[in-house]
């Protein structure tokens, strides 16, 4: 039996409302959201905040939780009850954030190149579970759930904000808007 492994990323984006991404320097060399795993003595919200400064030296304040993205192997079958997946199993807590000052408060960590990023021109490179809490955060989502597979499925579609959360049925579960939706009390 594998252990569910705990994650935590956010969107950060400054005043401007620009995205700050990391692009790891593994073989990919894709844009991933900045995160890390959590400990075992904090909250997803704590390592979130915790994980991104020292990722990226910024700090944040975090506004709401876009959703929870398992990554798991696509098209694997469900593990009996009271079984993790295969490996990796990891849940990501996905956050939406905000910049606290103008400029980092510390010095960010080796190994990953941060830069910031227009909402409307974001690099092709991403991820899949980046390119979809992506277009879930700027679309005002929250509370999103979603599974490797629909990640995939979402991200091999032609625009990823399309995506239906798990259980949609093609409208936003209660709470959430659906792409294009305005929220007045925002921005």
């Not at 277009?135 to 995939?152: F, H, N």
Request: aromatic share 4%.
């Amino acid at each position: 039996m594998s252990g569910l492994r705990w994650a935590v990323a956010a969107v950060v984006v400054d005043q401007a409302g620009w995205v700050l991404l990391c692009r790891q320097t593994g073989a990919g060399r894709r844009w991933a959201l900045p995160g890390g795993r959590l400990r075992h003595d904090e909250s997803p919200p704590q390592a979130a905040v915790r994980e991104i400064r020292a990722e990226t030296g910024w700090e944040v304040d975090l506004i709401d939780l876009v959703g929870l993205y398992r990554l798991g192997v696509p098209d694997a079958p469900p593990p009996p009850a009271g079984r993790c997946g295969t490996v990796p199993d990891v849940l990501v807590h996905v956050f939406r954030a905000r910049v606290r000052a103008d400029r980092p408060v510390v010095a960010p960590a080796v190994g990953c190149h941060l830069d910031w990023h227009p909402p409307d021109a974001l690099p092709d490179a991403l991820t899949p579970t980046t390119r979809t809490a992506l277009a879930d955060a700027l679309a005002g989502r929250s509370g999103v759930l979603r599974e490797a597979a629909e990640q995939a499925r979402a991200t091999g579609a032609e625009s990823s904000a399309a995506a239906e959360p798990i259980g949609a049925g093609g409208t936003p579960p209660p709470g959430q808007r659906a792409a294009g939706e305005q929220d007045a009390g925002r921005r």
